[in-house]
């Protein structure tokens, strides 16, 4: 199974400042994704990062707001842009190695924005 | 949009006890189905996943059964222990799609 660290595992920032998350697997895989967890609540898709190219979206997401990097098959990052209180969540990085595969989750991003 | 719900958000139980969690979903082109724990502080963990050519699958004192008629899914945990206290999430994906989750069920057991 993959292994997903996650960098910061939590931050408190100031209202219109930007946070860039890191994540990194310990093998090389196909897919990886980011969600978002708000207090209480389940997880929503933000959008799929493809090595290589501009990351997939979900409905309500863009990239002005998050951009995505994925240099590689093992590594990619989640910015979130001037952030407002809204935007405290977990964030959390997903991998799997193939579609239709286990997908594992990194322990997340505590996000808290004053 | 496509979406995955539960039917109670809280389920409480004694230690030793079995557990079902109950999971509906509303795509039937839906082809693979996971469960999640997840504690306080910390990631997803998966517990246990099954795809549409089967209808029950078994782990470590955990069942999932998938009924493609109506669209349901559980998870059976026998012998309920404290450390099973978590919130439970099913999620669904299809033709390896990202996979989107439902809105999750706290267990709570206490001894």
């Known amino acids: 199974s993959a292994v997903i660290s996650q960098k910061p595992s939590r931050d408190i920032c100031q209202r219109g400042t930007s946070l860039t998350i890191q994540c990194q697997v310990d093998s090389q895989v196909t897919m990886m994704f980011w969600y978002r967890q708000q207090p209480g609540q389940s997880l929503t898709l933000i959008a799929t990062?493809?090595?290589?190219?501009?990351?997939?979206?979900e409905s309500g997401f863009v990239i002005d707001k998050f951009p995505i990097s994925r240099p590689n098959l093992t590594f990619s990052t989640l910015t979130v842009s001037n952030m407002s209180p809204e935007d405290s969540s977990i964030y959390l990085c997903?991998?799997?190695?193939?579609?239709?595969?286990?997908?594992?989750f990194g322990p997340g991003t505590r996000l808290t924005v004053l | 949009g496509e979406s995955v719900g539960l039917h109670l958000p809280t389920l409480s139980v004694q230690e030793g006890d079995n557990s079902i969690i109950n999971c509906a979903y509303s795509?039937?082109?839906?082809?693979?189905f996971i469960w999640y724990k997840q504690e306080s502080g910390k990631g997803p963990q998966f517990i246990i996943d099954?795809?549409?050519?089967?209808d029950k699958r078994q782990g470590q004192r955990v069942t999932v059964l998938l009924n493609k008629t109506v669209k349901h899914l559980s998870l059976q945990i026998a012998a309920t222990q404290p450390g099973d206290s978590a919130v439970y999430f099913c999620?669904?994906?299809?033709?390896?799609?990202?996979?989107?989750f439902g809105k999750g069920t706290t267990l709570s057991v206490s001894s």
């Open positions: 999620a669904e994906s299809w033709a390896g799609t990202a996979l989107i």
């Open positions: 795509n039937s082109a839906s082809d693979y």
């Open positions: 990062a493809n090595q290589g190219s501009e990351a997939t979206y």
């Open positions: 099954i795809r549409s050519n089967m």
């Open positions: 997903s991998a799997w190695d193939s579609p239709g595969d286990t997908q594992y």
